[in-house]
């Protein structure tokens, strides 16, 4: 025989009330440290080449506090659940490259062929431009999967602004790249703002696709082989990454655009193949393009015999020789483990590319292998709050743009610094937040906004359910 008792049940809990802490205040005191160690570094590197406090040590220091200031309040009022670690480590990285790019600029013989002298303050203008532009981000993208709308307008977009350098007029070649515009005596490189808007395209696309894509028609050599119709979007995605290193002879861009793409395909379709196969093309193409490319050519050479390419230079035989590969492998070896010192190294031998393309060759000369190892853990853990951003998404979308925008960023690292130690042929990129250079700098910030709104959406506490009138009323039938 059974009995019913009458127990009434109270649903007055909510979810809300145990949501994720906002770690603001954590955000501000890591900021405090990513402001107080470059300017020590400032000072110290003017102790070291005129033996006094330079005169700019204050306003330095204010100028960068108050441009994290701002980037961590309007982060505090748009994006109270955001991530509290990439806003410091992008503004230790910035702030870094402002002391290292004014070290250069007292080069005296970087003032007699080039326009060093005049890089820091220029570079702290595109600082406070790239602060500006990660604060519109952060103001009026309230929600990240509004993007989702413009998939294909971002491809449009991106195709754009990659073909802008060809325009005749409007591009312009420097030192053998036709990567970038002139526009009202600047030089913009319109690639950094592509990798963002093609981040967006390919989430976009792959969130539609990823079903058909990851179906596989049959097991070779233990990997799944992908249909032959599904091989169209890689096949597309090579073919332009292979256009821009023929016609805008540029080879870090086009493993940039190449290594993203597969790289959120894999992430989307979780097929190892896929990776095997942008490896291959990848490695195709680059070989394909050397055998008729003059300056690629001349890069490849440069990295297999960077000796042999420096005596040249040297004895002003005809052709284009680079010097810059063997003098970066010595500021390298001279550093040595602990480095000479800031301030103390000779990479201004490096000449024209000591600010911008070799930064990182001078963090090595001066900060030595446990500098370089910092430089390097920092970029990684920038890589590593994005992936775990990405993990934490609750939108596939939201999921794609994170991993895309992350892989971008540590792919661009890797490239450059790969490029710089003797690991990888030279691409003429620029390291994020280090080296000289405005629309790195600008498109960099952007990266790291959309990053914080999509670690803010995934971080935020669910909402309160609402009140069950009806909870009162439960009956718990008991046997």
Do not use: C
Not at 204 to 230: C, E, H, I, Q, T
Not at 281 to 310: C, N
Not at 368 to 375: E, P, Q, T
Request: aromatic share 10%; glycine share 12%; charged share 10%.
């Amino acid at each position: 025989m059974s009995s019913s008792t009458n127990t009434p049940t109270h649903h007055t809990s909510t979810i809300g009330s145990i949501g994720t802490p906002s770690r603001r205040n954590t955000e501000l005191a890591l900021l405090v440290f990513a402001v107080v160690i470059p300017v020590f570094a400032y000072a110290n590197v003017g102790l070291a080449i005129n033996d006094e406090v330079p005169a700019g040590l204050l306003s330095y220091g204010l100028g960068l506090g108050l441009l994290a200031g701002v980037g961590h309040l309007v982060v505090r009022k748009f994006a109270p659940y955001a991530d509290p670690l990439l806003l410091p480590l992008a503004t230790l990285l910035n702030g870094l490259g402002l002391v290292i790019i004014w070290r250069l600029d007292q080069s005296k013989l970087l003032q007699s062929i080039d326009q060093a002298g005049t890089a820091a303050p220029r570079q702290l203008l595109y600082t406070a431009l790239g602060i500006a532009l990660f604060v519109v981000v952060l103001i009026f993208l309230k929600d990240h999967r509004v993007l989702q709308r413009y998939t294909y307008i971002s491809m449009v977009g991106a195709l754009f602004l990659l073909l802008l350098p060809l325009v005749p007029g409007l591009g312009a070649n420097i030192y053998g790249a036709k990567i970038w515009i002139s526009v009202a005596g600047f030089s913009i490189q319109p690639g950094e703002f592509a990798k963002i808007v093609l981040a967006i395209f390919f989430a976009g696309y792959l969130m539609v696709k990823r079903d058909a894509l990851a179906l596989a028609s049959r097991r070779f050599m233990g990997l799944y082989l992908p249909r032959g119709r599904d091989l169209g979007p890689i096949l597309v995605v090579w073919f332009i990454s292979i256009l821009i290193l023929v016609f805008e002879t540029d080879l870090g861009t086009s493993l940039l655009f190449f290594g993203m793409f597969v790289i959120m395909l894999y992430v989307a379709t979780e097929r190892t193949s896929w990776i095997v196969f942008g490896l291959l093309m990848s490695a195709a193409g680059a070989v394909g393009v050397a055998s008729f490319e003059p300056h690629v050519q001349q890069r490849v050479q440069a990295w297999l015999d960077p000796m042999r390419e420096y005596k040249l230079s040297q004895a002003g035989a005809p052709g284009v020789h680079s010097e810059q590969a063997m003098q970066a492998l010595w500021a390298f070896g001279s550093g040595g483990t602990l480095g000479t010192g800031l301030g103390q190294g000779h990479s201004e031998l490096i000449r024209f590319a000591a600010n911008s393309d070799f930064i990182l060759a001078t963090f090595g000369e001066e900060l030595g292998l446990a500098g370089i190892m910092a430089i390097l853990l920092i970029y990684g853990l920038i890589v590593e709050r994005g992936i775990r951003t990405a993990l934490a998404a609750r939108d596939p979308f939201g999921k794609l743009l994170a991993v895309g925008l992350s892989g971008a960023f540590g792919l661009q690292v890797f490239v450059v610094a790969g490029g710089v130690m003797g690991l990888i042929p030279l691409t003429g990129m620029t390291m994020p937040f280090l080296a000289y250079g405005g629309s790195s700098v600008i498109a960099n910030w952007a990266l790291i906004g959309i990053l914080i709104r999509i670690s803010d959406t995934a971080r935020r506490p669910a909402p309160a359910p609402a009140p069950n009138p009806d909870a009162e009323m439960t009956q718990v039938v008991r046997p």
